[in-house]
């Protein structure tokens, strides 16, 4: 070995060891946010304290039947959504407890990140360039909305996007196969991104074969049949009101998916104003999307433009978002784009590919790394759209501290028997979820106990006047009985 590739060599390992740094330190940037969130009791019951009900309940093969829906009916876990991750790791239940998915989420984002380095070595990117394209990857806005509010299955879903693509390229059509279900089984939507993506494999051709063809098309009647049948036929019937409610967002299109569609080919304008504006107009909060598709071309939604096969990829994430009448989807928190982080990496990935010049790929990635890092450090502060800064700006002092005696809660929360019907309001649900009957404040139903926090009440759904009216009334009344010694936890008892 002369002394040119010997040094080269030494070059390889430190950026490898460089690349593990920043798997590492951001694993602890993903886990300093959602672990300390919930560890504050700043989760929700909507949608973790539902998945760590359904967690437990698999755990302990019971049925897993959700009671925390604001209704008062319970519902099989899977019919709210067709998600199985859940399920698949409710063995570790028994040793992460209520951090299980939590843990398992953060995993999935450097899971993805290792996909990308895979990835980035197989189109001969060399490593210390890699290591921009994994900053890249972790500063996206998209994932600090996603674990700012807990756990959802399509953040694990998304991060097997990479892994996809690099099997696929390499020929490997068994574990593309795993990938490719591995995203499908997330969540039902996730079928529509999936034949998205797989049209778009036909134009790849890593290595033109009868395969590379005749996977990609099976891919998409899969995904395809897999959503029809989820969303109509398995979820409706799962579904106390026998329908699949998520259409219910598109209402503004049409009342069924007919309709909907027929729609969207009959107003084309329409809609493509619709990724800019809001269907009611004049809407001031329309600024909200504008903010959005902003915040997305500076974290290297450019990328997008210059591969528009990725563009393509991308359009069914924007559709979902951009075309519901609901404000809180609009936006950049919470955790509907989340499937863009790894899409504009992988996007960036490909384009760097296509440079030749080593000086160039660097200043490339050097502006889309600090542009990322920029904007989500910026947003964090403040967003148009509905956000709690507190849960995912770490470099808030609030966000390491409780806004109460958290030892007393603790202790307080102990005091309630495991077999006990209970009623909570939102924050404090994720941590009473190990249990049949846990029902969303106010909906008492059978419960024997209600817990609140007074002072710092969430009173969602309800409205703060309504709220205390309901606590004053039974206060009053002789059915209910109220122990204060654990303040700010409030326990009424039957």
């Not at 319970?74 to 570790?92: E, G, K, N, T």
């Not at 990140?113 to 290591?131: D, M, P, R, T």
């Amino acid at each position: 070995m002369n002394l040119n590739s010997y040094k080269n060599k030494i070059a390889g390992w430190n950026a490898t060891y460089f690349q593990y740094g920043i798997h590492l330190f951001f694993f602890l940037v993903f886990s300093a946010i959602s672990f300390l969130n919930h560890y504050f009791f700043r989760s929700a019951a909507l949608d973790y304290g539902l998945s760590n009900q359904a967690l437990y309940q698999f755990a302990h093969f019971k049925p897993a039947i959700t009671s925390m829906l604001l209704s008062y009916e319970s519902a099989p876990y899977l019919s709210c959504h067709l998600s199985f991750w859940v399920p698949l790791l409710s063995p570790f239940y028994w040793i992460f407890g209520s951090y299980t998915l939590l843990i398992f989420q953060n995993l999935a984002l450097v899971f993805a990140g290792f996909g990308l380095v895979k990835l980035g070595k197989y189109f001969n990117i060399s490593a210390w360039l890699l290591c921009l394209v994994l900053i890249q990857f972790y500063a996206s806005f998209a994932i600090y909305g996603a674990i700012s509010f807990d756990y959802h299955d399509n953040v694990v879903g998304a991060c097997f996007l990479p892994w996809l693509f690099y099997f696929f390229l390499k020929g490997n059509w068994k574990l593309t196969a795993l990938c490719f279900f591995a995203v499908l089984i997330s969540k039902e939507n996730m079928a529509i991104l999936l034949g998205f993506i797989s049209l778009a494999f036909l134009t790849l051709k890593p290595r033109p074969s009868f395969k590379s063809y005749l996977l990609p098309i099976g891919f998409f009647l899969v995904a395809l049949l897999w959503f029809m049948v989820s969303s109509f036929i398995i979820i409706p019937s799962l579904n106390n009101t026998g329908t699949f409610d998520q259409i219910g967002r598109y209402s503004h299109l049409g009342s069924n998916l007919q309709e909907i569609i027929s729609y969207i080919f009959t107003h084309p304008v329409k809609m493509f104003r619709m990724f800019f504006e809001s269907h009611i107009q004049p809407d001031p909060d329309e600024k909200v999307k504008m903010e959005f598709l902003k915040v997305l071309f500076i974290s290297g939604g450019i990328a997008l433009i210059r591969k528009p096969a990725f563009l393509w990829m991308a359009l069914p994430i924007f559709i979902q978002k951009l075309w519901n009448k609901e404000l809180g989807f609009w936006g950049l928190s919470y955790h509907y784009q989340i499937e863009l982080a790894p899409i504009i990496s992988l996007a960036i990935l490909f384009w760097i590919r296509d440079i030749k010049a080593i000086r160039f790929q660097f200043y490339l990635l050097l502006f889309l790394g600090v542009s990322t890092v920029m904007i989500t450090l910026r947003k964090m502060e403040h967003k148009y759209c509905e956000s709690k800064p507190v849960n995912e700006n770490l470099f808030l002092k609030a966000h390491y501290q409780a806004s109460f005696d958290l030892d007393k809660v603790k202790q307080g929360l102990k005091t309630i028997p495991e077999d006990a019907a209970i009623c909570a309001q939102a924050n404090l649900l994720p941590h009473l979820a190990t249990r049949d009957k846990a029902y969303h404040f106010p909906i008492l139903r059978d419960a024997n106990y209600l817990l609140v926090l007074e002072p710092g009440m969430n009173c969602y759904p309800l409205s703060e006047t309504e709220a205390r009216t309901l606590l004053d009334t039974m206060r009053l009344g002789k059915e209910w009985k109220e122990d204060s010694t654990y303040l700010p936890l409030r326990i009424f008892k039957k």
